[in-house]
């Protein structure tokens, strides 16, 4: 299983970019596919998923990025995308795609709880 994450770059406040996590060696539609960060010096943190199809493909988004970030999903292309819009210096990070399967609606944020993860791509906003 393979996730490869891209699209990171350093960009202004108040730019836009659109994160891509290409995956390979899994049944995609039965996994949720979720984004993760970490910032210089903290833990990772949650950010966004898409849940799998036969959870409906619903998507999670953490509060704090919630209006600005959105998340998608192909299954015919086996690739998320994470969009992110007004983005602010406090949103530099790596940011790192994950795949889990089995998941239930609480688990969603939860790490711990995904089997594949990526390599990560690099995002700086300056001020």
């Known amino acids: 299983v393979q996730l490869q994450a891209s699209g990171g770059g350093l960009v202004q406040a108040g730019d836009s970019l659109r994160l891509s996590c290409a995956t390979s060696?899994?049944?995609?539609?039965?996994?949720?596919i979720g984004w993760f960060r970490q910032p210089p010096g903290k833990e990772r943190e949650f950010v966004a998923a898409?849940?799998?199809?036969?959870?409906?493909?619903?998507?999670v988004v953490t509060d704090s990025v919630k209006g600005r970030f959105t998340i998608s999903r192909d299954n015919a292309k086996n690739t998320v995308w994470l969009g992110m819009n007004s983005l602010e210096p406090e949103d530099t990070a790596i940011y790192y795609c994950?795949?889990?399967?089995?998941?239930?609606?609480?688990?969603?944020?939860?790490?711990?709880?995904?089997?594949?993860w990526g390599q990560g791509t690099l995002v700086t906003v300056s001020s």
């Open positions: 060696g899994l049944t995609f539609r039965d996994y949720t």
């Open positions: 994950a795949a889990a399967s089995g998941l239930i609606a609480s688990s969603v944020p939860d790490r711990g709880r995904y089997h594949y």
């Open positions: 898409i849940r799998s199809r036969s959870s409906g493909g619903r998507t």
